[in-house]
């Protein structure tokens, strides 16, 4: 049985991977990781046209990776690294038994070498 607390985590970690599976948006996220910067500045970056990063732009905010603060007119743009939390928590579920088969892997194939 889902929960609503589980549907809106399945939702929000839906919308974070959609959001990261364009290579233009990955490469947005990669400009503000550090630093704020316009919707100008990080447009410079890109051969398409301005209004196609906004639109960029508005799927990373929707899906909570990217924040919008104003300052008088400009609107500045930095990165949420919290909302990979849920996109962590799904890797987390899966990782602990990708490293058990890893584990049994290696140990099936190892053969101690004798000492001398």
Excluded at 2 to 9: E, F, K, N, Q
Excluded at 43 to 70: D, E, I, P, Y
């Amino acid at each position: 049985m889902v929960t609503r607390a589980g549907a809106a985590s399945a939702e929000a970690t839906d919308l974070v991977l959609r959001a990261l599976a364009d290579p233009n948006r990955r490469a947005i996220l990669r400009l503000v990781k550090d630093d704020e910067l316009p919707a100008g500045q990080i447009a410079l970056n890109f051969s398409m046209t301005q209004q196609a990063v906004s639109q960029h732009v508005t799927v990373l905010k929707q899906a909570g990776l990217l924040s919008v603060r104003r300052d008088g007119t400009r609107r500045l743009y930095s990165f949420r690294a919290e909302a990979l939390d849920p996109v962590r928590d799904l890797l987390a579920e899966f990782w602990p038994d990708a490293l058990a088969r890893l584990k049994r892997a290696v140990e099936s194939s190892y053969r101690p070498t004798e000492t001398r």
